[in-house]
């Protein structure tokens, strides 16, 4: 595990979906919430920009 995944490991316990990410838009966390209702590993989200991980971006709040 990471520093950055052990920083937000309690975040994982919610059933909120929860993205943790930087100024760039780039997912430095994601939950296990959100792994299961996008039907997407973590692995493949964390990393990636979090416009690319939703097919309706703009709906996205800042």
Known sequence: MNATSSRFQSLDLLVTLVAVVDSHATVLFANAALEDAL??????IVGSNLENVFSEPHLLQK
């Open 39 to 44: 039907c997407v590993s973590r692995r493949l």
